[in-house]
């Protein structure tokens, strides 16, 4: 069964096509969703892309959390049944609607980052990671403002005692992100959120690797589906 997976394009979105281009890559397919369609039209996953959703007004994510596509998702995926990745600003949105815990904060260094950024993969046990190894290294982009990742100390102990801490930065933080936390999962491990971009680490052509197709293909194998040749986790 090919997978059918959601792309939601906000008003802002800017890294909606690449995340669908990455779908396909890895043998799913891309379904484009409305943020202003409350209908998720019976995929089996979304992606929420990465971008600045409705200008990064009031905060990243802010106001996308009450765009109407999210009323059908925030239930399905809270009860576990809906796999979710967040990318970047996706990661902000889970935040702000409250699947997944702590906020994306500005840079400690109050700059934009961009650069590609090594990363450690933490857990395998979640719907977007299970084709990794733990503590696989994986060379991803960052390209943000506020991907400093903060929670309470007692959240963050949390997040570490259940294996909830998905990747982490190899080097220390680039963006002051507590305890070098570069994506977490909720306690289902449907919903993932990772501040640097897979869907822009998936064709060697363009590098800087093909380490985030493990994100698309992880989905893929866990829905039954043929995951094509070369495009396992990591694979050159
Ligand atoms: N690449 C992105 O998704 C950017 C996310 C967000 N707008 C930020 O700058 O932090």
Redesign the pocket.
Known sequence: MTARVGVVTFPGS??DRDAARAIRICGAEPVPLWHDDADLHGVDAVVLP???SYG?YLR?GAIARFAPVMSELVPAAESGRLPVLG????F?ILCESHLLPGA?TRNANQH?ICRDQRVRVETTDTAWTGQYHTGQELLLPL?????NYVAAPETLDTLERDGRVVLRYVGGSPNGAHRGIAGVTNEHGNVVGVMP?PEHATAALTGPSVDGRGFLTSLVARAGGAVPAGTAAGAR
């Open positions: 800017l890294d990465g971008g600045f990064d990243c990318i970047c600003n996706g902000q994306l934009f390209k943000s403002n506020e991907g971009h």
